[in-house]
């Protein structure tokens, strides 16, 4: 079992700036590999940054050089800048055993989900 609690979600100006934070905690935790989603309303969950056990990193296009994964031990950021109103979602940390997970139905823990609002 994996705990993932997100913090650092909140209001900002457009071309603004945000930081994730995703607290890892539990069972072999160095054996997971990590991403972001987001879901905005009525739209479907979406992948917007992965990251492997070794390092490697993943953006969509509608995010790449925007935003950036990292990972510092038990925790998982996201840094967000240039942000736009369409990034306007609520944002959760996810993990899957081994490998990056890269959609919805490959992840095996999910945080609860940190709300992230863009005004125009």
């Known amino acids: 079992q994996v705990q993932l609690v997100e913090s650092g979600g909140g209001l900002v100006q457009a071309g603004g700036s945000l930081r994730l934070s995703c607290a890892a905690s539990?069972?072999?935790?160095?054996?997971?590999?990590w991403a972001w989603f987001r879901q905005a309303p009525g739209k479907e969950r979406e992948s917007v940054a992965g990251?492997?056990?070794?390092?490697f990193r993943a953006y969509p296009d509608s995010v790449k050089g925007r935003f950036t994964i990292s990972r510092d031990k038990n925790t998982i950021f996201l840094q967000m800048n240039s942000l736009k109103p369409e990034d306007t979602a609520v944002y959760y940390c996810a993990a899957k055993v081994f490998t990056m997970p890269t959609t919805v139905s490959s992840v095996n823990f999910w945080g609860q989900g940190t709300q992230v609002t863009v005004s125009s």
């Open positions: 539990g069972r072999d935790v160095n054996n997971y590999g």
């Open positions: 990251i492997g056990r070794s390092g």
